[in-house]
């Protein structure tokens, strides 16, 4: 390994450089993971959308980036981030959607359901 001379202003970036790289390679694992799951979904069952439930701080904050970078993966399907609830009847409805008729039937209030943040990839 040789040694190379490393400026000043280089030695201020380094964590910066550094943060953005892990960054970036936290994005492309979760868009494999996305992109990889869709496909077996469509192959393997009769579902026209596949719904990823975002586990972990980082993803929200980084949706922006995760989005299009779906979106080019997956032109002419819908790639979009929703925030679900699960419904009395078990199905998972999106939260801007419901309006007060149908609130009626979610059930906001038990402590074990709670709504889920997902990106849904449709190709409907």
């Excluded at 040789?2 to 979760?30: C, Y």
């Excluded at 929703?82 to 039937?105: T, V």
């Excluded at 889920?116 to 990839?121: A, G, H, L």
């Amino acid at each position: 390994m040789s040694l190379r001379p490393i400026a000043r202003d280089e030695m201020r970036g380094l964590k910066t450089k550094k943060d953005e790289e892990n960054r970036l390679r936290e994005i492309n694992s979760i868009v494999n993971e996305i992109y990889r799951k869709s496909i077996e979904t469509a192959e393997h069952t009769s579902d026209l959308s596949f719904k990823y439930t975002m586990r972990y701080p980082t993803h929200e904050k980084n949706i922006t980036d995760i989005l299009s970078a779906l979106q080019l993966l997956f032109p002419e399907c819908l790639v979009e981030y929703k925030n679900l609830c699960q419904g009395l009847d078990g199905k998972w409805y999106d939260i801007s959607l419901i309006d007060d008729m149908m609130k009626q039937f979610i059930n906001m209030k038990n402590s074990h359901i709670q709504t889920q943040k997902n990106i849904v990839i449709d190709w409907s």
